[in-house]
């Protein structure tokens, strides 16, 4: 029976099955097809705005809707469709290529998806709030504050928080994917073996854990300004005064800078996947091994390394002073020569080949000429006497659309490479030279009329009547553009049915392990534990590994248990609850991994209804107040039942590890994850200090904070939470001994303890609320200055740790008491990390808010 | 040259290099050089396609290179050195040209410094959706007017959003941000009247957030800025405030 | 690590906080801010890195562990300083 064979997972006939299913192959389906919609979606907004440039005049769209769909056709490209796309190829292909069966921790993979899938949907949604966001996609402050959103701005309030909710799937994501590539690799495979691909997506990850982590924090604090009424983003109190009298001078750059620090990663997050399938389509149909491999890789490190240090580029114009422009400039212009060696490895990896001009290569040759093109007008860019006049203009627009559609290009060539190998079948060749021709010039028509017309504004749609013939053939293009994708869609439709069925690999010189196994390839991806010890790749059997795994020495792998169950942050306890749950079959030592889980789909709609209520608290609607509070009610509960549902993950019995070998798999989620929270705290400090020295360090102090905010409570909360974690140490020592008091006892009191700083602060927030001195007659609450706004978000957002700390405590507490963790104490160590790191932050919060 | 005692106040009489002079020549530097650089490589990566395309028969290369084969370890293939050299010239060309354009960036942020000229400074201030123009004697106007062959320095401020302050034409160009101020400057040549845009997009009146930029002889605009004296402070300002002070 | 060392740890952070306080309590932050700021923080950092080096146990994890904690918070220190000096 397939059910059983298949642990739980329906047939991929049967609706049920992609709601339930964890595995990472049908997850990557998903990302494709869901992509491929907003793909759509995105495009469509932008063929009616184009319509709508056809000639100069808002005659179509009206203004209002002409900017709604300029912003949200950007934010549905850049973050619902690029990305995705790429990430349905990350997820399909990353786990084969390296040698795994599965990500580190499937369920947060379906988790990611659905998070992502909804987040989507609350986009949508916002069309029928009113109006959606319609502020561009660089969201710019103060023109993203209710003062200035026409009408009750509910529809831009969800798309804030839909965009708070992807890059919730994409932190996920990021700990997923860095924890399975760096403890899943196959034997013998070293960081720099594993396929350019899967390199390009490793890179890409690291960027999006801390970029998106930044921008999070960008999105938090403007949540907040929507909903809970701080004032970071807002210049003036009562929004009218003159720029000169302003309360916050830092709020818009403040915007800017967080922005940016995450927008230009995101540039390179979007087009290393792209860069990964280039190399990969071009070794492959060249039939040649990428030239200078070696140094390919290193220079996508310098670039995902130096993409943090080169985000005011986007800023030249502010007013930033001089030696900080120079520096920028410099570091701008260095991060584009990694990419000169990149393009000039493709070309030479042509060199003496066998050039097989099929769709995927044509695809992939498409992409680097248009990228080239796109590089070469960034330089212009890159000289700031230039930029000062392309700043604003569709130069710019030109550009950027010649490297992210170039990206995109390479996706879509990506779509058919590795078509045959997740259908089982072969696409039309001809349709889909035809597809490639018919974009290509579509593509070129029109982007390329929109650098002779670079004296247009962006985002306008008043523009000289002379450009009018460049905007007309603009148009045109993007319609030939959108035709030829409906060529695609038709293509790879009609094949499913039609298509030639293909064996393992229908390319020569393939020699990647995705092509090694069945189209598609079976559920546990390989015929037995792959390895690459002896220079090429072949399969263990079980006796062999059993062999391996129980010999001493055991050839130095890291070989440990593999009991660990998935899961997050707020599963961290499963590690121990796994075991008594699971059934009998698994427990009597067979390693059979679980495939199913309806509880991501479950968490990701509670949080899709919970934001959707918070958009619109503020009116105090009821219906807005009770799809929040019951949201939240099934986000939490199905958290809830996600960690005490068994579900098994093994661990490879051999696998390649460094340099994490001895940290085992929850250890090294947590830890990738508390590394992005770093990020988050960071920026959030980051932005205190920024906008205190835009408003004057030492008057800050003075000017905006009452007497009656003493150091006393925040002292006595620096001991509380100095106690507690010191409790936590006990109470793994006392694990270890196997004192199930001692447990007990030390988790019980880090709980009190955590409560007791809650009450404090709330007792001391309550006191500040309701002062009444001349400064402040009415208070000092969230709305006051700037400086409350920063003190109550920030230290807010650390209560909210807290909390999410106390809910797993609270957990555990009642576990220990029932005996578990004696002897295993790695439960505890894993919420202990992420206690500490809340302790950690509060050592800086204290004196900065409290003190200086 | 324009005779300098007759009006009182010296000019530099259009031997400055107006800001326009310097994007425009450096521009079609790039222009060239970034044309001839992308025919040339894109010229040389089809040549690679087609050239090495698959042919019937025997592979011509077998003796040279070694083809992959399935489950290889991922590894380099042979001609890493053509590499560096083509990275070398990229990457110096790269280096140079922008090396070459930072020695005008210094000149485009401070301007000139013209002994005994003396520069005309006008407050800008963006607001949904027009522009304030504010001259040294308080008079606030929608129209910036100013003298041909004088520096003018402009301090662009927002009364609400982020804008951007810009007049194609003269190739002057400033952020407009609440509690900023940012610098720029400009001066023309030719007389006439050219068009002050918005670059950021800052509401549904974006499109249309232009302002007229008049540029007049020396005497003209001595007379007319005389006329402005006290008196008309506040005029427009009214209009101004009332169209952009609210917000939406 | 034993309870005992456990236990010198906390005392450590916990002299070191009341230390902070006492800085403000006597006077300095009004007298020399600079100084006191100065004081104030490497304590902070200090604290920190007890904390994470002994009750995280970075200490006794591969310094791949540690990379990967720094990394996190060069990026926010980076973005924190350029912003800040951006408009000084
Ligand atoms: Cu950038
Ligand atoms: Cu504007």
């Known amino acids: 029976m397939s059910e059983a064979h298949d642990h739980g997972l329906p047939p991929k006939s049967s609706v049920s099955r992609w709601f339930l299913t964890t595995n990472h192959k049908d997850i990557g389906v998903l990302y494709l097809v869901t992509a491929l919609f907003f793909l759509v979606f995105g495009g469509l907004l932008a063929l009616l705005f184009r319509l709508e440039l056809i000639t100069p005049g808002a005659d179509l769209l009206g203004s209002l809707g002409y900017n709604q769909a300029v912003s949200t056709h950007g934010l549905l490209m850049v973050f619902w469709f690029i990305s995705p796309f790429a990430f349905g190829f990350a997820n399909y292909v990353v786990p084969l290529q390296i040698g795994a069966d599965d990500l580190a921790f499937p369920r947060l993979n379906a988790l990611s998806y659905w998070l992502y899938l909804f987040s989507g949907v609350l986009m949508g949604v916002s069309f029928f709030q009113g109006s959606t966001f319609a502020g561009g996609w660089t969201m710019y402050a103060p023109l993203n504050t209710p003062a200035y959103i026409p009408g009750e701005g509910l529809g831009a309030t969800s798309v804030v928080l839909a965009l708070i909710m992807f890059t919730a799937a994409v932190t996920l994501g990021s700990v997923n994917f860095l924890t399975t590539m760096y403890r899943m690799r196959a034997e013998g495979l070293r960081m720099r073996d594993i396929p350019i691909f899967s390199l390009s997506i490793n890179l890409t990850v690291w960027m999006m854990l801390f970029a998106f982590a930044a921008l999070l924090a960008a999105l938090m604090i403007l949540t907040s300004d929507h909903i809970l009424g701080t004032t970071y983003f807002q210049f003036a109190n009562d929004g009218s005064t003159l720029a000169t009298d302003a309360d916050n001078p830092g709020a818009s750059l403040l915007w800017a800078h967080l922005f940016w620090f995450f927008g230009h990663p995101e540039v390179y997050i979007v087009f290393f996947p792209a860069l990964g399938v280039m190399a990969e389509c071009f070794q492959t149909f060249t039939g040649r091994r990428l030239v200078g491999r070696k140094w390919f890789i290193i220079s996508m490190v310098l670039v995902a390394i130096q993409s943090f240090a080169v985000w005011m580029h986007h800023m030249f114009l502010t007013g930033i002073n001089l030696p900080i422009k120079t520096i920028f400039m410099a570091t701008t212009i260095g991060i584009s020569l990694p990419f000169d060696l990149m393009v000039f490895s493709l070309i030479y990896t042509m060199a003496k080949g066998r050039v097989r001009f099929t769709t995927p290569f044509l695809f992939s040759l498409g992409a680097l000429i248009l990228f080239i093109v796109g590089g070469i007008t960034g330089v212009f860019l890159g000289a700031i006497v230039l930029d000062y006049q392309f700043r604003g203009t569709y130069w710019v627009v030109a550009h950027f659309h010649y490297v992210m559609v170039s990206g995109a290009t390479a996706l879509f060539g990506g779509l058919y490479y590795w078509y045959p190998k997740i259908t089982g079948k072969m696409y039309d060749e001809t349709l889909g030279k035809i597809h490639f021709a018919t974009y290509f010039v579509g593509f070129n028509l029109l982007y390329f009329p929109m650098f002779v017309a670079w004296e247009t504004p962006r985002r306008v749609f008043e523009y000289s009547q002379d450009l009018q013939i460049w905007h007309s053939m603009a148009t045109v293009g993007g319609f030939i553009l959108g035709a030829s994708m409906l060529i695609m869609f038709y293509n790879l439709f009609v094949s499913l049915w039609r298509g030639e069925d293909v064996g393992d690999n229908p390319w020569a010189y393939a020699t990647t392990a995705e092509w090694a196994v069945s189209s598609p390839p079976p559920l546990e991806n390989f015929p037995g534990v792959p390895t690459y010890a002896d220079g090429s790749l072949s399969f263990m059997d079980d006796e062999e590994v059993a062999r391996r795994t129980s010999g001493p020495g055991g050839s130095g792998v890291a070989a440990d248990g593999g009991t660990a169950a998935d899961g997050g942050t707020a599963s961290v306890t499963t590690a121990a609850t796994a075991t008594p749950a699971t059934p009998a079959h698994e427990a009597a030592g067979e390693e059979h991994a679980s495939h199913a889980s309806f509880w991501p789909f479950l968490v990701s709609l509670g949080g899709f209804v919970a934001f959707l209520g918070l958009s619109g608290v503020r009116t105090g609607s009821v219906v807005y107040v009770s799809m929040a509070a019951v949201g939240g009610l099934v986000t939490v509960g199905s958290l809830f039942g996600m960690t005490r549902e068994p579900f098994h993950a093994p661990e490879m019995p051999i696998a390649e590890r460094w340099p994490f070998a001895s940290v085992e798999k929850m250890k090294l989620g947590m830890w990738t994850f508390l590394a992005s929270d770093i990020v988050l705290f960071g920026a959030f400090i980051g932005s205190y200090a920024f906008v205190r020295v835009a408003y004057g360090w030492s008057e800050w102090h003075h000017d905006l904070i009452p007497a009656e905010h003493v150091t006393m409570p925040g002292l006595i909360n620096t001991y509380l939470l100095l106690t507690s974690s010191f409790l936590v140490v006990l109470a793994m020592v006392a694990a270890e001994r196997e004192s199930k008091k001692g447990t007990t006892a030390a988790l019980a009191g880090t709980f009190a303890l955590g409560v007791g700083f809650l009450i404090n602060k709330g007792i001391e927030w309550n006191h500040l609320f309701h002062i009444s001195t001349e400064m402040f007659p009415n208070g000092w609450n969230l709305s006051t200055n700037i400086a409350s706004s920063t003190f109550y978000l920030t230290t807010g957002l650390h209560g909210a740790h807290v909390t999410i700390g106390l809910l797993i405590c609270a957990y555990m507490t009642y576990r220990a008491w029932t005996g578990a963790y004696q002897g295993d104490d790695r439960a505890i160590e894993y919420f202990g990390l992420y206690w500490h790191f809340v302790d950690i932050v509060w050592l800086f919060l204290f004196p900065l808010f409290y003190i200086l | ?248 | 690590m034993d309870w005992k060392g456990y236990t010198v740890i906390y005392v450590v952070l916990f002299v070191f906080a009341t230390a902070q306080a006492v800085v403000e309590f006597v006077g300095i932050v009004d007298s020399a801010y600079w100084l006191a700021f100065g004081i104030i923080m490497v304590l902070s950092v200090v604290k920190a890195v007890g904390v994470a080096a002994y009750y995280q146990h970075l200490r006794w994890e591969p310094r791949a562990v540690t990379y990967l904690v720094l990394g996190g918070t060069v990026a926010a220190l980076a973005l924190t300083a350029a912003a800040a000096y951006s408009i000084v």
């Open chain 2, 1 to 248: 040259m324009v005779p300098h005692a007759a009006i009182g106040v010296p000019l530099h009489g259009g031997d400055v290099r107006a800001p326009a002079d310097v994007f425009n020549s450096i521009f079609e530097v790039f222009l060239v050089l970034g044309t001839a650089v992308g025919v040339l490589v894109v010229t040389y990566t089809l040549y690679h396609a087609i050239k090495y395309r698959e042919t019937a028969g025997e592979d011509p290369y077998a003796d040279k290179v070694e083809r992959p084969s399935m489950g290889e370890m991922p590894t380099g293939g042979s001609g890493g050195r053509k590499v560096f050299y083509s990275f070398g010239i990229s990457a110096i060309i790269v280096v140079s040209l922008i090396a070459w354009t930072y020695s005008s960036l210094a000149y485009v942020e401070d301007g000139p410094q013209i002994a005994g000229e003396e520069d005309i400074t006008v407050q800008v201030e963006g607001f949904r959706f027009g522009w304030a123009f504010i001259y040294p004697n308080g008079h606030e106007a929608s129209t910036l007017k100013v003298p041909r062959n004088r520096v003018v320095r402009l301090e662009v401020t927002s009364r609400d959003v982020f804008h951007n302050f810009g007049i194609p034409e003269l190739r002057v160009k400033a952020d407009a941000i609440p509690g900023q101020t940012t610098d720029a400057w400009f001066t023309a040549s030719e007389t006439g009247t050219y068009q002050a845009k918005c670059y950021e997009l800052c509401g549904s009146g974006h499109s249309v957030m232009v302002a007229p930029v008049e540029v007049m002889p020396q005497d003209e605009y001595q007379s007319w800025y005389a006329g402005t004296n006290g008196t008309q402070n506040g005029s427009s300002n009214q209009t101004a405030a009332s169209v952009g002070g609210a917000p939406a």
